[in-house]
């Protein structure tokens, strides 16, 4: 398949395209930094990988560089924790694009706390924290559910740099029973099962270990 990837110079996007490369997927990374992407530890044939350099508002280079794929992946992070409308700013621009490609799916990587589904103390606690960041991310969640294309959010709980299990616990509606967090390389995993299979297709679903 071929999988276009946003974000991929993130902790969690750069994991994604090795575990793409690494199943032998053709892999479209658009990225601002061309030369931010880190391949090490990961063999793969480069005709397998496209990099193209541009700006995330740049909407005739990204649809330029993404049509054509199975689907996309956004890892697109927020960088503050002040009030913010950047994630969703962001999700209107590759929205737009989307809608003028034949791209049929897109997978989000969002947080937990989207659906607010902590409670009592834990959800102030988070609120007081990450509020902002948990509010922005659920807006832009909201048009990619929208936009009329395939879509799967996940969900994930505190992120950690720990080495993948593939074993994890997700939920459709509120959180699995295990609060723990999750590792990026896990979440990693989740996203490409959910671009490459049908198994998620139109759910949005929390994940933790």
Excluded at 59 to 76: E, F, H, N, P, T
Excluded at 98 to 109: G, H, M, N, R
Aim: charged share 25%.
């Amino acid at each position: 398949m071929k999988i276009s990837v946003l974000g991929a110079t993130g902790s969690t996007g750069n994991l994604v395209v090795k575990m793409l490369l690494e199943q032998n997927h053709d892999v479209v990374a658009f990225i601002r930094d061309p030369a931010k992407l880190d391949l090490t530890d990961v063999d793969f044939a480069e005709a397998k990988l496209t990099i193209v350099g541009g700006e995330l508002y740049d909407r005739v280079l990204m649809k330029k560089a993404i049509d054509g794929s199975d689907a996309l992946i956004s890892c697109l992070g927020s960088s503050t924790t002040a009030s913010s409308d950047e994630l969703t700013l962001m999700a209107a621009s590759v929205t737009h694009v989307l809608k003028e490609t034949s791209i049929p799916k897109v997978v989000y990587l969002s947080t937990a706390g989207i659906e607010d589904e902590f409670e009592g103390f834990t959800k102030w606690l988070i609120h007081m924290v990450i509020g902002n960041v948990i509010a922005d991310h659920k807006k832009a969640a909201k048009l990619y559910q929208k936009c009329g294309l395939t879509y799967v959010i996940a969900r994930p709980l505190k992120l950690t740099n720990k080495k993948p299990t593939f074993k994890y616990h997700m939920a459709e509606e509120g959180l699995p029973k295990s609060k723990k967090g999750i590792s990026r390389a896990n979440v990693a995993d989740f996203l490409v099962k959910a671009a490459t299979t049908d198994q998620f297709d139109n759910k949005s679903m929390a994940l933790s270990e």
